[in-house]
């Protein structure tokens, strides 16, 4: 055993046997299988009385044997890497070259009757044909066996979550690989049928409580999920707790890559690390992209907030679908420098340009909307993040609510056929200054359409308000912070042990986004199905958890200026209608008198001159009744 495991480690290190030596190896194969042909067709008497002239025969008859290997590159591979074409190759060559024997024996022997040189019979080339494809399959079953014995020191021990197409598609993927990252150990399933079932000579496992720790105990450490099963296993959170406790990583495919089915397009090197966002228990969001496409296409496209995180996903997926023109505008600098760059890389076909100024400035986007005219506005820009609003309502006034007046009114002025604007969930029964200013902001677009559906403003613009909850991984979002803190060593702060947030991801809602603003028809506040919500605590532990920290702990620092432990899409006045995407609601609103709306907001804007908080906050408080204050410094006001 000492000798072979020698053997093995000299040959595994290297790149490969040289070509000569396999040939060597196979000629070899086949002279013995020649000599036991003849041994069984003949017995041992006349294999002895014969050997030499058997031995020249064997000799002459190698030349054909040679061809057929080098013709068909039999011995061109690297043995270890073998597969079942491979296989089949040998088995062809054998056959071709005993074959060529035999009719060397029939013009031979037979004709000629001499036995100076003897060539096999019908019985023994079946012999030979038989004993050298077995043997020569053999030894390059043993090649590759050793080599899985002897060569996965690095590989990582893995099993894999399915036993269908996506499940065996990573498997061969894993077993064909020459520089093995992984070494298949097992697999898992979910249906009674597959119990004591083996897959590819691995056993199927029987998905139940403790099978994580049952790997665990067979020295796997990676999990590899099949894409079929990427939805199932993301709604069992006791599974995937059980894993992350048990550390064993787990790879899934990145939440949202659509995988064809194709089992010869599938790779265990799709699959990535997870990371919290993979986690999260979500159903899958389908949008009418033909639809959406047919609206976009050849269309004059304005999108605000470009640089954002929301705005910069609208921006590549409008690009996608071809539109005549793109104007795209925010004040950011820097990252409207890279969203210049990504558009001449991604989409250097689109006339597109790139403005750093403020929906504030109204003479600068009078301009911009004289020279571009936008058949569609999409408006993301806002200012967002509810403590730094919190404490300077006068800029959430004048960005979030003056801005979008001055866009909306733009469009109008300028015939855009349809206008779509991104609120929030914080809109709702407002809390605070940002949700507020949201709010106002939609009631002016609503307002707005129904003055032009009735004839009291002259214009065309349908407007249309989309409302969802947080996105993961946008700027200023929790997960991002989570991460930072952990990777600092923590504490990772939480505001509150009870605190519940909605969900999504940023191409998830802006595809919602699009399709909304493709089926709205003006007047409607578009709310998102955001699936179940997360308590942020449990998000906190399981990120720690994933990231193999031991010793981060989670701090509580209590609500921050208004914020609220629970968000809604609703309030409750609201219910809403269904439309074509069960992902996808309307909610029915109160409709407010654009005149009305418009005085509202010309007063609001003139006290936000003053910079007086408590002022400005007590005139948002008149316009929107259900906004009370929540852990904030205009609480008194609610009294």
Known sequence: MTIIRRISNWYFSKAALPYWCILVIDCTIVAASSYIGC???????????????????????????????????????????SSFVDLQKVATAAFIGTLTCYFLHLVVNEAWGQTAIVFPSLKSSLIIFISSTVLLWAER???????????????????????????????????????????????????????????????????????????????????????????????????VDEFIDADIKIMMMTYGTEWNGDESSLSHKQLHAVDIEDLLPRDKIEVNMAEIEKQLRGKRILITGAAGSIGSEIVRQ????????????????????????????????????????????KEHMEKIFEAHRPEYVFHA?????????????????????????????????YGTLKFVMISTDKAVNPTNVMGCSKRICEIYCQSL??????????????????????????????????????RAGGPVTVTHPDIVRFFMLIPEACRLV????TMGKGGE?????????????DLAKRMIALSGATDVEIKFTGLRDGEKLYEEVLNDKEGTIPTSNPKIMVAKMREYDYATACANEERLLEVSKSFDDMAIVRVMKDIVPEYKSRQSKYEVLDN
């Open 525 to 537: 506040i578009f709310v998102f199905d955001m699936g179940q919500p997360v308590k942020i605590v």
């Open 381 to 413: 820009a806002a200012y967002k993040h509810v403590p730094m609003m919190e404490n300077d309502p006068a800029i959430a006034v004048q960005n979030n609510i003056y801005g979008t007046r001055v866009i909306a009114d733009l469009a109008v002025k």
């Open 141 to 239: 079953i043993v090649v590759k066996r050793l080599f899985d014995s002897f060569h996965l020191d690095g590989a990582i021990p893995a099993a894999i979550y399915g036993t269908k197409a996506g499940g065996i598609s990573i498997a061969k993927s894993i077993v064909a690989l020459k520089d093995k990252k992984y070494s298949l150990d097992s697999f898992i399933s979910d249906g009674e049928e597959m119990r004591g079932s083996f897959i590819m000579g691995k056993p199927v496992f029987l998905n139940h409580k403790g099978i994580a720790k049952e790997l665990k105990n067979r020295g796997v450490k990676a999990l590899l999920v099949s894409p079929l099963k990427t939805e199932k296993f993301r709604q069992n959170s006791a599974m």
């Open 449 to 486: 359409n129904q003055a032009i559906m009735e004839g009291k403003v002259s214009g065309v613009t349908q407007f249309v308000t989309t409302r969802f909850g947080n996105i993961l991984g946008s700027n200023g979002s929790v997960i991002p912070i989570f991460k930072q803190q952990i």
């Open 39 to 81: 041994y069984l067709s003949r017995g041992g008497d006349m294999l002895a009385s014969l050997f030499w002239p058997l031995t020249y025969g064997i000799v002459i008859g190698m030349v054909p044997f040679i061809i057929a290997f080098r013709a068909l590159h039999t011995y061109s591979g690297i043995v270890r890497y």
């Open 514 to 517: 699009l399709e909304a603003g």
């Open 318 to 361: 409008v690009a996608q679908f071809g539109p005549a023109e793109m104007t795209l505008i925010d004040q950011a600098e820097t990252p409207m420098h890279d969203i210049r760059m990504m558009m001449a890389r991604r989409f250097p076909n689109i006339k597109n340009e790139t403005i750093v100024s403020s929906i504030a400035n």
